[in-house]
Every structure is written in structure tokens, then in C-alpha cells.
């Protein structure tokens, strides 16, 4: 069955730390992978999305994942956090069908 | 150009009861999709409408009913509501793009089973 993975359930960090939040996938053929962030009070919102070609995929606010096949992983990073990332993080991956699995989220939270 | 809109906000019902939530989609979308969200949970896919059939569907059970309408607009109907239906739901819009689409989400219904 597909589902999407994430191991950190909640990261602490300090302000300019660096991040990366594991994600990992477990189905084959082709994948469109997504990271969505949550802000306190705020709706899931688009970070950064991959369907395919390079597999360094740039999103807002400073954020980017690598696609690594043969780890079927999608690691979301950032060189340096601030303050207002403090949000919960969701990894998501599906088929060209549409549906989307969800991973449980990692809550980050940034300490000044 | 507005996102997507989701009403009611919030919710109370009690067990047994019935529900209608309601989606609009984001401007230029033909697809919606439906998600619950538990509690320290991530979203669960309920099902998918295109041109008003249900394209998809997760593993919920004949409780959870849906309708697309011709402005692509939908509702999410649950009947005989259990205390475990207690959750956000999610609306998501995107435009069908050949295996590349982009989900876009409401705000969430937050849904309360007495």
C-alpha cells in the first residue's frame, strides 16, 4: 500500500539553526511528492511540490527538498530557520491519480 | 482572487445526527477533494469529484457521501455522525492536469460529535 512517512515529530531549534525533516515514501512508479506547511491559526499551505525532472525542487520562504529514488525519500531543508517557521510541516505523496497521502506532520518549533 | 472557501467554520452535532459541509474551489479549479484530519494526525483522503463523479475514493465508509455541483462547488454529507467522526475536514481544489496536479486547501471545518 502507499503511504508517506515522517520520523520527527516535533524538532526544536534555534533561530539560523540549520533543518531538515525526514520524509519517506513507499510505493513505486511515478510519484508527485509535496511538503505543505501549517502556521499557528492558518491553513495547509504549499511549500514546495516535485513531479519530476531536477530533483532539488525550490520552494518559498528559503525552503527546499531533495528527491532521492533510491532512498525514496523527500527531506525538506533550510539553511538557516527563523522564528516565524515555527509551524507543522506535512509531507504528502501521491500518484497521477490525484490522491494524496499524508505523513503525521513534524511540528518545528523555533526558539529566538 | 480567492482561495478556497469552506463552510462552517465550526461545528457541533451529536451522535446519530447528520451533516452537510460545504467547499467552494479556488478560481479556474475543476477538482475537489475531501480530507479528515484527527487530531495529531495528518489528512486522511476521503474522496475525489471531477465533472461531478466521484473519481476517487479512500477507504470511508457509505456514511460519507458527496456531491460536485455544475460550478464545481461540493458538499461532504455524513450520516448516523459517531463520536470518532470528530475531526477537521479538509477541502482541497486543483486544476486536472494530466498526473500533474497541485492541491490547494480551505481553512477546515472543525466538526465536534457529542
Known amino acids: 500500500a502507499q503511504s508517506v512517512s515522517q520520523h520527527n515529530h516535533h524538532v526544536i531549534l534555534s533561530e539560523a539553526a540549520s533543518l531538515e525533516l525526514g520524509c519517506n515514501y513507499s510505493y513505486g512508479g511515478t510519484v508527485n511528492l509535496f511538503w505543505y506547511v501549517q502556521y499557528p491559526g492558518q491553513h495547509l499551505q504549499l511549500l514546495l511540490k516535485y513531479f519530476s525532472g531536477d530533483p532539488l525542487v525550490k520552494g518559498i520562504k528559503g525552503f527546499e527538498a531533495e528527491f532521492i529514488k533510491s532512498k525514496f525519500s523527500f527531506n525538506l531543508r533550510k539553511p538557516s530557520v527563523q522564528w516565524s517557521d515555527t509551524a507543522e510541516y506535512f509531507c504528502a505523496g501521491g500518484s497521477t491519480l490525484g490522491r494524496l497521502y499524508f505523513g503525521r506532520g513534524t511540528q518545528l518549533t523555533v526558539w529566538p | ?114
Not at chain 2, 445526527?17 to 484527527?38: E, F, I, M, N
Request: hydrophobic fraction near 30%; charged fraction near 15%.
Open chain 2, 1 to 114: 482572487d480567492a482561495g478556497v472557501t469552506q463552510s462552517p467554520t465550526h461545528l457541533i452535532k451529536t451522535r446519530g445526527q447528520q451533516v452537510t459541509l460545504r467547499c467552494s474551489p479556488k478560481s479556474g479549479h475543476d477538482t475537489v477533494s475531501w480530507y479528515q484530519q484527527a487530531l495529531g494526525q495528518g489528512p486522511q483522503f476521503i474522496f475525489q469529484y471531477y465533472e461531478e463523479e466521484e473519481r476517487q475514493r479512500g477507504n470511508f465508509p457509505d456514511r460519507f457521501s458527496g456531491h460536485q455541483f455544475p460550478n464545481y462547488s461540493s458538499e461532504l454529507n455524513v450520516n448516523a455522525l459517531l463520536l470518532g467522526d470528530s475531526a477537521l475536514y479538509l477541502c482541497a481544489s486543483s486544476l486536472l492536469a494530466g498526473g500533474r496536479e497541485t492541491q490547494y486547501f480551505g481553512p477546515g471545518t472543525r466538526l465536534l460529535v457529542l
